[in-house]
């Protein structure tokens, strides 16, 4: 079993900066790729930014030079950096990894797909 707790949201004035913090804890043999996904009422959930294993890393276009995500692989955690925040950034924000949980899930190439609970970050004044 594995858990993502998420943590760093909360209400910020326009301009301001979070920093979003996801740690994964439980069964892990291996993680590939680590990202965040943001979803508002009404919407469907789209990606943020992810990273590789080898530190590839892509973003959204609305977040481009914004937003900066990293990963700890020593702590199995990623995080998101998000400065020059937008009234559009609200929305509750989710965590996800791609991971093989045991040694033989990794040879044998199943991967499971986790989610974070999400957590809640308001851009308002």
């Known amino acids: 079993q594995v858990q993502l707790v998420e943590s760093g949201g909360g209400l910020v004035q326009p301009g301001g900066s979070l920093r979003l913090s996801c740690a994964a804890s439980g069964s892990i043999f291996s993680i590939y790729a680590m990202g965040w996904y943001r979803q508002t009422p009404g919407s469907q959930r789209e990606q943020v930014a992810a990273i590789t294993s080898g530190g590839s890393i892509i973003y959204a276009d609305s977040v481009k030079g914004r937003f900066t995500i990293s990963r700890d692989d020593a702590k199995n955690t990623v995080y998101l950096q998000m400065n020059s925040l937008k009234p559009d950034d609200t929305a509750v924000y989710y965590c996800?990894?791609?991971?093989?949980?045991?040694?033989?899930?990794?040879?044998?190439?199943?991967?499971?797909?986790?989610w974070g609970q999400g957590t809640l970050v308001t851009v308002s004044s």
């Open positions: 996800n990894v791609d991971l093989s949980p045991t040694y033989s899930d990794f040879v044998a190439a199943r991967r499971l797909d986790a």
